[in-house]
């Protein structure tokens, strides 16, 4: 059975469907696996097996009696611990949210049970699901399936960890500052933050019915590129309520070979600069385009200045981020704003700035991002793709000091620790799709991902690309002590 841990989440349901593996053999098999090897990683932190076995009989009795439950039919999955299922905690990783237990499912995991799935447990995630790593005073600390000694990544970092170790067959995450991407690229698998707006994150709140808030998506995760367009097929849609007056429509994938493609690689920047290693990746990708015919730019670039984008991007996140501040809170935040420089745009002063930002000044910013999306609209009239990092190096250290002392190396140069940010916020702030796909291992075998990014809505454009790539360059590759 150890040869089915590592296959897609497809493969393995259609397993199941031709009857070459019964749903309860296949769950039976990852739990074995989360038993064995989850004490060094600690992945899957909250865990429903008797009811994922449960739920694995009915699949096949379903089977037996020629019923098809859908694309997903009997496969075990899990899932980000801040989605909602019915018995289970969603803390956030908030202590004083041990017990906000819910007595329903969530939309996200009442979708992907009506098309066949089963839920294994939850996987963990940072405090406030609010870093680059995943670890909190309830669950404790998760390890990267390459390198215990490693970050998985975050806020996702469960969610990539449970898929690269093989313990499901698919699973779910959110990003709002690279939550779905950056795991995907440390851990080696793909994930894809859908265009915002298309994937609802009802059933994804801390507090059960807040609406949808700017920036922050919900997506899928998975060891395939095809898993991720069959999920978010399953996630995307409209909720009850608006369904009444509207449905989705996402295009499909608009070419059959990447050779059609037009394609620009933007390898670095000195705004965030990435390691030599990452830079060699993405020239790999461009390189690989180009023999196979491919139009391929290394200059192409949205008309914008960087430094600007991000800024806007961080001023916005930060608004999101304050919005569940106390006032005492959002005191000290305009005790700092009174004492800067009104020039000084470091980190600091855009989040004190954002802190107490007025819905005037809200909206202004929000005017200033539209001027940087109509600059993709004319970018993306003239390039199908854009190849570009998910974050500066491959998986660091643990590193648990208070966010301002933390530092990245790369190539053995200090950055701050939030400098990563700009890779994910130029797509997050443009409500753009973005697919992180491996390209394999590095010397000290860790997993390097990049992100692929197009226009608006299409994702599938996204997606499919990263699945013809990895046919080229490579594509998951499993840990190998967990093979």
């Not at 609010?130 to 990544?153: E, K, L, M």
């Not at 990539?160 to 959110?174: H, I, M, R, V």
């Not at 994930?191 to 922050?216: F, M, N, R, W």
């Not at 109509?374 to 966010?403: T, Y």
């Amino acid at each position: 059975m150890s040869e089915l841990a590592f296959m897609t989440g497809l493969e393995l349901a259609q397993k199941i469907k031709a009857r070459e593996v019964s749903s309860v053999e296949l769950t039976q098999m990852f739990i074995d696996r989360i038993e064995q090897h989850d004490a060094e990683i600690n992945a899957v932190v909250v865990r429903l097996f008797d009811e994922a076995l449960d739920a694995a009989a009915e699949a096949d009795a379903a089977l037996a009696r020629g019923e098809d439950l859908g694309p997903l039919h009997g496969l075990p999955m899990t899932i980000k611990e801040s989605y909602v299922i019915a018995g289970t905690p969603a803390t956030y990783g908030y202590e004083s949210f041990a017990d906000n237990f819910s007595d329903h499912d969530g939309l996200a995991v009442a979708r992907f049970k009506a098309a066949g799935a089963h839920f294994l447990g939850k996987t963990n995630v940072p405090v406030g699901l609010a870093d680059f790593q995943s670890y909190n005073p309830i669950y404790g600390q998760t390890n990267n399936p390459y390198d215990y000694s490693r970050i998985p990544g975050g806020s996702s970092g469960g969610s990539a960890a449970a898929l690269a170790a093989g313990f499901c067959g698919l699973e779910a995450g959110s990003d709002i500052g690279g939550s779905i991407r950056n795991p995907a690229h440390f851990c080696g698998v793909y994930g894809h933050k859908p265009t915002y707006g298309i994937v609802p994150t009802q059933g994804h709140e801390l507090v059960e019915g807040l609406p949808d808030a700017d920036l922050s998506v919900c997506g899928p995760m998975a060891r395939g590129a095809r898993d991720l367009e069959v999920a978010l097929d399953i996630m995307a849609g409209p909720i009850a309520r608006e369904g009444v007056g509207w449905k989705l429509d996402l295009p499909g994938a608009d070419f059959t070979d990447l050779k059609d493609l037009r394609v620009a690689i933007w390898p670095t920047d000195d705004i965030a600069p990435v390691s030599a290693g990452t830079v060699a990746r993405a020239e790999l990708v461009g390189s690989t385009l180009s023999r196979l015919g491919a139009t391929v730019s290394d200059t192409a670039r949205p008309d914008f200045v960087c430094e600007h984008a991000h800024r806007n991007y961080q001023t916005l996140l930060q608004s999101v981020l304050s919005s569940g501040m106390t006032q005492a809170q959002i005191d000290t935040a305009q005790g700092i704003v009174d004492g800067l420089d009104p020039q000084d745009q470091s980190y600091k002063a855009v989040l004190a700035r954002a802190s107490v930002i007025s819905h005037r000044d809200w909206i202004a910013s929000n005017n200033e991002r539209e001027a940087l999306r109509r600059a993709w609209d004319d970018f993306f009239a003239e390039w199908d793709i854009l190849i570009c990092p998910q974050m500066a190096v491959p998986a660091f250290p643990h590193d648990h000091r208070k966010f301002g002392e933390r530092e990245t190396l790369v190539d053995n140069v200090a950055q701050p620790y939030f400098q990563q940010l700009f890779w994910a916020g130029i797509v997050i702030n443009a409500y753009l799709p973005s697919t992180v796909f491996p390209t394999g291992l590095d010397k000290e075998g860790l997993p390097l991902g990049l992100q692929a990014v197009s226009a608006p809505y299409r994702d599938k454009r996204c997606i499919e690309f990263a699945h013809q790539i990895s046919r080229e360059i490579g594509g998951f590759t499993a840990p190998g002590e967990l093979r």
